[in-house]
Nanobody, 115 residues
Framework: QVQFAESGGGLVQPGGSLRLSCAASGSIFRIDAMGWYRQAPGKQRELVATILSGGLTNYADSVKGRFTISRDNAKNTVYLQMNSLKPEDTAVYYC?????????WGQGTQVTVSS
């Protein structure tokens, strides 16, 4: 099994920044991809950002230029730097890791963008 320690969520004003982190531990042998999804109330879960083992990244169009994903392979940790936050970024953010063919999920951390 894989355990996750997520942190960094909270309440921030529009235009502000937050940094999410997610450390994975347990039965980890090879991580093919790490990343973040989010789910807002009444909406489907959507992919926010992914970083592959080789460092290639992918972002949702809605966050390009504002969010940056990074990872520390030695610590099995993925980060999401979120700048210029908007109210529509409000959601529960879930980290994940993929060790093909399986994907494991964190418990989620709330991000609220409001004045």
């Amino acid at each position: 099994q894989v355990q996750f320690a997520e942190s960094g969520g909270g309440l921030v004003q529009p235009g502000g920044s937050l940094r999410l982190s997610c450390a994975a531990s347990g039965s980890i042998f090879r991580i093919d991809a790490m990343g973040w999804y989010r789910q807002a109330p009444g909406k489907q879960r959507e992919l926010v950002a992914t970083i592959l083992s080789g460092g290639l990244t992918n972002y949702a169009d809605s966050v390009k230029g504002r969010f940056t994903i990074s990872r520390d392979n030695a610590k099995n940790t993925v980060y999401l730097q979120m700048n210029s936050l908007k109210p529509e970024d409000t959601a529960v953010y879930y980290c994940y890791i993929t060790m093909a063919p399986l994907t494991s999920w964190g418990q989620g951390t709330q991000v609220t963008v409001s004045s």
